[in-house]
């Protein structure tokens, strides 16, 4: 996705697919009526958004999904009434942020949740005061970042981490000192990054590029707290081998322990 009129030498507007074998453009071709800021791919199809107005001849205000074989438009028009700018897929729905109010015919301050299926706003309203610019989840916690002070009902500056199922923001807060917040967001084993107009994150200097614990429990500044929890892989309850994978912020001593059901 991008503002482009062609790539391969063949014309694509806004939209194309590349075949990952051998970099060729695909005959895959949605044609957005201007640029596509952000896809996320799930269940056949491809969801999309950005600044446009129609989707393969069909209007799609700022939200829209189609076939990822055939690049045909699905019937599932959210319309948005301002520019979404950021995607993120939970196990049913998918999460949108941008500078929007409205959501699926429910008001909704630039971040909100809708049905997978049905394209139905959902009730999560996190509410922010200011643009949402990206999103990640990590299976259990929504991460959002961009130009807010206040989400999730709580004030958390340029990034927050928010409750998949209330929307609230949780105690987890990278403390960000900021110019125009974070710019994305993007979560992969235990760890958040982000990049934006930020200069620290609590009293450590980091200059537009950040990666910070997702153990709420761990502070960004190096002072050593408990690890609370631990991620079990494999069947639960167990019997025989148990594979556990754990993370903390920095090197020193963590705890394990294994309990009986009783």
Do not use: H
């Not at 015919?105 to 909100?112: D, K, M």
């Not at 990049?195 to 761990?218: C, K, Y």
């Amino acid at each position: 996705g991008g503002a482009f009129t062609s790539v391969g030498g063949q014309g694509r507007r806004c939209l194309a697919a590349i075949d990952a074998s051998t970099a060729g453009t695909t005959a895959w071709d949605p044609n957005a009526s201007d640029r596509v800021e952000d896809l996320v791919v799930g269940g056949g199809r491809v969801y999309m958004c950005g600044a446009f107005t129609a989707i393969g001849g069909q209007f799609r205000n700022w939200l829209a999904t189609v076939d990822a074989t055939t690049g045909v438009p699905i019937p599932w028009n959210r319309n948005a009434d301002g520019i979404v700018t950021s995607l993120a897929l939970g196990e049913n729905s998918v999460y949108a942020g941008g500078s929007f109010t409205l959501l699926g015919g429910q008001s909704r301050n630039r971040i909100g949740e809708v049905d997978l299926a049905t394209g139905a706003a959902t009730s999560w309203n996190p509410s922010s005061d200011g643009p949402v610019l990206g999103l990640a989840t990590s299976g259990s916690t929504v991460y959002a970042s961009g130009d807010f002070n206040n989400i999730g009902g709580q004030a958390r500056t340029g990034i927050a981490s928010l409750d998949p199922l209330s929307g609230t923001a949780t105690s987890w807060n990278a403390d960000l000192t900021v110019q125009s917040g974070a710019k994305s967001v993007a979560f992969a084993e235990g760890t958040v990054y982000a990049w934006g107009a930020f200069t620290a994150v609590g009293s450590e200097a980091r200059p537009g590029l950040a990666a910070i614990s997702e153990d709420q429990n761990v502070s960004v500044n190096g002072d050593p707290r408990t690890l609370e929890s631990v991620l079990l892989l494999g069947p639960n309850p167990t019997r025989g081998l148990l594979q556990i994978r754990y993370s903390v912020a920095q090197a020193g001593r963590a705890t394990l322990e294994l309990l009986d059901v009783s």
